[in-house]
């Protein structure tokens, strides 16, 4: 199985301060053929299911704010919040989707200074 | 919009088996594999199975393989997973969650989930 590291585990972050988590895996999640990383980024608000953030490695899904963006290639992704807002609070995740099982990070959780 | 509404969830003793129901809305059911992703209380999430969108193809994390069977109704528009032998390490808040693609490529929605609680 592919593993998944996220760092750090825990942020605390003043608002309009940027936020950036780590990714990394175990092998690469580019697939060649198609040029695609199928890595994906994570929100679960407490209390609250899962919401996708970003998609292949970058692409913003629908309705997340502009400050959030994802890059990175291969084996090390990253996740940015430009300018982080109260609202953002709750528990990140990566989750490769390379190859089945799909794999999580443990988490990273961003609280608000 | 989309819609992904579990059931099925509750009180099981181990060795005992539960069916976790998925009805699916608001996408073109065929188009999309499911996957039923756990949370186990407190922890993080655990991709548990999968199937493609035409159902030809199904997956299993190891751990749950042999024991659980996952299936879909075409015509229904509803994900089952048949979870057999249950065990105390199974108990979890257990999502499904639709696909991008009819095969397995990442998530793109979330249910609310269902509880499993496994215990004598």
Redesign the interface.
């Given at each position: 199985d592919i593993v998944m590291t996220q760092s750090p585990l825990s942020l605390s972050v003043t608002p309009g301060e940027p936020a950036s988590i780590s990714c990394r895996s175990s092998q690469s999640l580019l697939q060649s053929d198609s040029g695609y990383n199928f890595l994906d980024w994570y929100l679960q608000k407490p209390g609250q299911s899962p919401r996708v953030l970003i998609y292949l490695g970058s692409n913003r899904a629908s309705g997340v704010p502009d400050r959030f963006s994802g890059s990175g290639s291969g084996t090390d992704f990253t996740l940015k919040i430009s300018r982080v807002e109260a609202e953002d609070v709750g528990v990140y995740y990566c989750m490769q989707a390379l190859h089945t099982p799909y794999t999580f990070g443990q988490g990273t959780k961003l609280e608000i200074k | 919009e989309v819609l992904l509404v579990e059931s099925g969830g509750g009180l099981v003793q181990p060795g005992g088996s539960l069916r976790l129901s998925c009805a699916a809305s608001g996408f073109t059911f065929v188009d999309h594999a499911v996957?039923w992703?756990r949370q186990a209380p407190g922890k993080?999430?655990?991709?548990v199975s999968?199937i493609s969108g035409s159902g030809g193809t199904t997956?299993?994390?190891?751990s749950v393989r042999g024991r659980f069977t996952i299936s879909r109704d075409q015509s229904k528009k509803i994900v089952y997973l048949q979870m057999n032998n249950l065990r105390v390490e199974d108990t979890a808040l257990y999502?499904c969650a639709k696909d991008?693609l009819p095969m397995?490529?990442?998530?793109?929605?979330?249910?609310?989930?269902t509880l499993v609680t496994v215990s004598s």
């Open positions: - | 996957s992703v993080g999430l655990e991709w999968a997956y299993y994390r190891d999502y991008r397995t490529r990442g998530i793109d929605y979330w249910g609310q989930g």
